[in-house]
C-alpha cells in the first residue's frame, strides 16, 4: 500500500512538472528580471538594455550578420520577429551589443554571458516603463535594465590623469611599532625573546612572525602582552 501511494505522488510531482523552454524562448515562459526603475527621475529616457537567452543571443547574432548594412552602420533590428516587432512599433535607431564584437575575446565574452547584453535606443517621448514591460514579458529576454541618465551620476575624478607623488602625502609621524622594544623585563621573558642554542630551537617572536607579534608593542610590559596573547 505504502509503496502505490509513493507512485501515485510520484506520479503527480511528474504531471505538474512544467515542460523545458525551447530552443526560441530560454526563460520558460517566465518574465524577465528588472533591473531599475523606469519612474525614477534619474532614469535615462529614450534607451534601456536587455539581456538575452544564450538561444536567442546566437540567433541575434546570426540574423545581424547577414543583414546589410545601414547607410550609418548602426544596427537598429534583431531580427528575431517578437522583438523587432517592438523595435518597429517605437521606430528604434539602434540595437546593438554593449560589448562590440571581438573575436579575440569572444571566449571570453561568452563565459560571462557579457555578450548577451544589447542596447536600444528611441525617442525619449516614448513611454519608457511600456516598451520594457513589453520586451519583458517577450521569450527569449532575460533581464530588462533602465539605465541611468549620465547628468546624475557623480564623476569620481574629473581632469587629466596625474602620477603620484611623494610630495602628494602627507609625512606621519614614527608609529610606536618601528621603536625598539623597551622592556626591562624582556630577558626574562624566554617566549618572547629565545634565541635557542643546544637541544633548544630559536623560538622567539619575531616581527616577520605575523599576527603573534602585534601583541606586544613598544612601551608595554610583558606580562601585558602574556595576558593579551593568552585571550
Not at 514591460?133 to 541611468?148: H, K
Request: charged fraction near 25%; include cysteine; hydrophobic fraction near 40%.
Amino acid at each position: 500500500m505504502k509503496k502505490l501511494l509513493l507512485l501515485c505522488g510520484l506520479l503527480a510531482v511528474f504531471a505538474c512538472t512544467e515542460e523545458p523552454a525551447d530552443s526560441a524562448g530560454g526563460n520558460g515562459g517566465r518574465k524577465a528580471r528588472v533591473l531599475g526603475s523606469p519612474t525614477s527621475r534619474l532614469a535615462l529616457r529614450g534607451s534601456l538594455s536587455v539581456k538575452l537567452s544564450p538561444e536567442t543571443a546566437q540567433a541575434v547574432a546570426a540574423a545581424q550578420a547577414q543583414r546589410p548594412a545601414t547607410r550609418s552602420g548602426v544596427a537598429t533590428r534583431s531580427g528575431v520577429g517578437g522583438i523587432d516587432a517592438i523595435l518597429h512599433e517605437i521606430d528604434a535607431g539602434r540595437f546593438e551589443r554593449v560589448v562590440a564584437y571581438n573575436p579575440e575575446w569572444e571566449d571570453v565574452y561568452e563565459e560571462t554571458g557579457i555578450n548577451r547584453w544589447y542596447t536600444i535606443a528611441f525617442d525619449d517621448e516614448i513611454q519608457l516603463s511600456e516598451v520594457g514591460e513589453r520586451l519583458a514579458a517577450l521569450p527569449g529576454v532575460a533581464v530588462v535594465e533602465y539605465g541611468i541618465d549620465p547628468r546624475y551620476i557623480r564623476p569620481m575624478s574629473e581632469g587629466p590623469a596625474v602620477p603620484a607623488s611623494e610630495g602628494m602625502f602627507s609625512r606621519v609621524g614614527e608609529t610606536r611599532a618601528a621603536k625598539a622594544m623597551n622592556d626591562p623585563m624582556l630577558p626574562f621573558q624566554w617566549n618572547y625573546d629565545n634565541p635557542g642554542g643546544g637541544l633548544f630551537p630559536d623560538v622567539a617572536v619575531k616581527p616577520e612572525a605575523g599576527p603573534t607579534s602585534t601583541c606586544w608593542m613598544p612601551g608595554s610590559s610583558a606580562r601585558a602582552a602574556r595576558r593579551l596573547s593568552s585571550r
